[in-house]
């Protein structure tokens, strides 16, 4: 298991930035496919953006292409989400994922992922 713990998220107005980091607890990132989901009020998990293990294979929801970047950097173990041009729609409570896997391979499913973190809230107000 990976304890993960999240950090950047606050509350931003629509048009602003914000990067959102997971970082392990206690352990590498080295093995592990990374991914971020989101859950607005009311509304269920869905899928934002994920990254294999070497970090040259991502994938992105519809909703965000364009706009979010996920990324990895090896040496500090951290996971990265650079979110631009926020809109209201994207306020959500934040989470990132891990789950062990093939070098190149990209997890988009929540069910495959068995380490999550507590999450960041995200509020971006109109």
């Known amino acids: 298991q990976v304890q993960l713990v999240e950090s950047g998220g606050g509350l931003v107005q629509a048009g602003a930035s914000l990067r959102l980091s997971c970082g392990p607890s206690?352990?590498?990132?080295?093995?592990?496919?990374m991914g971020w989901f989101r859950q607005a009020p009311g509304k269920e998990r869905e899928f934002v953006a994920a990254i294999s293990w070497s970090g040259l294979h991502t994938s992105y929801a519809d909703f965000v292409k364009g706009r979010f970047t996920i990324s990895r950097d090896g040496a500090k173990n951290t996971v990265y989400l650079q979110m631009n041009s926020l809109k209201p729609d994207d306020t959500a409570v934040y989470s990132c994922?891990?789950?062990?896997?093939?070098?190149?391979?990209?997890?988009?499913?929540?069910?495959?992922?068995?380490?999550w973190g507590q999450g960041t809230q995200v509020t971006v107000s109109s």
């Open positions: 994922a891990a789950a062990r896997r093939a070098i190149n391979v990209v997890v988009t499913t929540a069910y495959e992922y068995d380490n």
């Open positions: 206690g352990r590498t990132f080295s093995s592990y496919a």
